[in-house]
């Protein structure tokens, strides 16, 4: 599996345990912003036995969108415009070196995408947008399509470097209290939908 992952190693293993919490649930997964596919790999790897499940990955291929004023930080340098660009070829190509289903990949920046881009019920997604409105657009994408005990991550929700993540997710309770709860693990956001 891979080696060099965009979301720590911690991280990842607290990510698969939230995604077998949901194996039971109708639905299939989806992941924004899947970068080069390295956490992509890790999540089909857990779906391999669960042919009723299939992953959709979405992504710009274009690096980071420009930063809004919710991004703005101390370490405001980094994470730049065009940034963590790469390749749907680059991801396929995982998937096939790892002998895995291929996943079903769409490029387009994320306020392009409308419903029907996305599965018709979702029961795990990762939103890893890093900015403000990559979230906050993610969120309103994938809300609707959640089934009754499926869950949202967000990661960077306690990234003090991209603190438009958990502006967006406040933002989002403030408005869906009655529908999700929140627990945090790590550096993310685990919405639980009721």
């Not at 969108?65 to 995982?94: I, Y």
Request: proline fraction near 5%.
């Amino acid at each position: 599996m891979p080696k060099e992952l965009q979301i720590p190693d911690r991280e990842t293993a607290l990510l698969l345990d939230e995604l077998k919490k949901t194996i039971d649930i109708a639905g299939d997964v989806v992941e924004f912003g899947c970068y080069e596919g390295d956490t992509s790999i890790l999540l089909a790897g857990e779906l391999r036995d669960m042919p009723d499940k299939w992953l959709y990955l979405y992504d710009s291929f274009e690096g980071l969108p420009a930063k809004t004023a919710e991004d703005n930080s101390a370490d405001g340098w980094r994470f730049q415009q065009g940034e963590l660009k790469a390749s749907p070829d680059t991801v396929r190509h995982k998937f096939k070196k790892y002998a895995l289903p291929e996943p079903v990949i769409t490029k387009g920046w994320f306020n392009e995408l409308t419903d029907n881009d996305l599965p018709s019920q979702i029961s795990f997604a990762l939103l890893d947008g890093d900015f403000y409105e990559s979230i906050k657009t993610s969120l309103a994408l994938v809300s609707p399509k959640m089934n009754t005990g499926g869950i949202i991550v967000v990661h960077d929700y306690r990234n003090a470097r991209l603190p438009g993540s958990n502006k967006a997710v406040s933002e989002f309770l403030a408005s869906h209290s009655d529908e999700y709860t929140l627990r945090i693990v790590a550096t993310m956001a685990v919405l639980v939908k009721q």
